[in-house]
Nanobody, 118 residues
Framework: VQLQASGGGLAQAGGSLRLSCAASVNIFVISTMAWYRQTPGKERELVAS???????RYIDSAKGRFSISRDNRQTTMYLQMSSLKPEDTAVYYCNARPDIPSRRYDYWGRGTLVTVSS
């Protein structure tokens, strides 16, 4: 299974970007999909996740500004980011882990760089 993240780029503070994560195989129906981000010298942090049942979770700093969604038929996940701040600058990675105990995997996309200028 391959995850391909895209949509990163340069945005001004207060602007918006939409990240996409396409999966080569439809694992969305059995997976929690998530977006993580990482900046140099820091650990990768969970930004948002969406379970196979549609439950969403967000890091506190993303609440009210970011929205995670997915299109199961298209095997694509999205992260709509609005009211961007310079501290959102990071490499964003998509991730897939199983929601069912009988499966074991931990898939990562390569990452897409988001740069927010002040």
């Amino acid at each position: 299974v391959q995850l391909q993240a895209s949509g990163g780029g340069l945005a001004q503070a207060g602007g918006s970007l939409r990240l996409s994560c396409a999966a080569s195989v439809n694992i969305f129906v059995i997976s929690t999909m998530a977006w993580y981000r990482q900046t140099p010298g820091k650990e990768r942090e969970l930004v948002a996740s969406i379970s196979s049942g549609g439950a969403t979770r967000y890091i506190d700093s993303a609440k009210g500004r970011f929205s995670i969604s997915r299109d199961n038929r298209q095997t694509t996940m999205y992260l709509q980011m609005s009211s961007l701040k310079p501290e959102d600058t990071a490499v964003y990675y998509c991730n897939a882990r199983p929601d069912i105990p009988s499966r074991r995997y931990d898939y990562w996309g390569r990452g897409t760089l988001v740069t927010v200028s002040s």
